[in-house]
């Protein structure tokens, strides 16, 4: 819990503008996710997950999550779509288009929200541009209609960890919503 409360003031400081104090409070929640992750039973990869995302924009690179997420999921069940989603995640942060593109085609074959996440992935492990952004509109969509969000906070922070790994290939899309910051 105390990871999804710095991860909600990192998302209202960004939303507020506060780029600085944003990027401490996810850089506090990666950690937090990271503990409770040690802590936690073999199959809450969500909190893997949180962690990666995290890190990402607290502006780290993530290269020392991603390894360390790869490790904890190597005897994951294959199955699990967090623990695919997780996999996917940490392979485009380790540069390994190949690996995420598979990741991400398992992950697509998931409910709607893995498989929109599955196909941004996929777009990004290939490079294709058009394909990330009609992705990545679609995930933004769904964020600007949902009720509930998981720390209280209106944004599509699926979206913001994506745009990230995005413009580390030089693919950002780039989208204006109120679910998303100003750029």
């Known amino acids: 819990m105390a990871a999804i409360e710095h991860e909600g003031e990192g998302q209202r400081e ?20 990271r503990q409770s992750w040690d802590a936690a039973h073999a199959r809450a990869f969500g909190r893997l997950v949180g962690m990666l995302k995290a ?17 904890a999921l190597v005897d994951a069940d294959r199955d699990s779509p967090t623990a695919n989603y997780a996999r996917a995640i ?15 085609t398992l ?8 498989a929109r996440a599955g196909e941004a ?21 769904d964020f600007e209609q949902r009720s509930e969000h998981l720390t209280g906070v209106a944004i599509a922070d699926t979206a913001l960890m994506l745009e990230v790994l995005a413009a580390r290939r030089e693919m950002a899309a780039g989208i204006d919503s109120p679910v998303l910051p100003a750029r």
Do not use: N, P
């Open 107 to 114: 992950v697509s074959e998931a409910t709607d929200a893995f």
């Open 90 to 104: 940490a392979a485009l942060i380790a540069g390994d288009d190949e690996d995420a593109l598979a990741w991400a």
């Open 121 to 141: 992935i996929s777009a990004l492990a290939v490079h294709d541009e058009a394909r990330y952004a009609a992705a990545l509109e679609a995930i933004v969509c």
């Open 14 to 33: 960004l939303l507020g503008g506060d780029r600085g104090a944003a990027r401490a409070e996810f850089a506090a929640a990666a950690d937090l996710y």
């Open 55 to 71: 890190a990402l924009l607290s502006g780290s690179d993530a290269f020392a999550e991603s390894d360390y997420a790869l490790a």
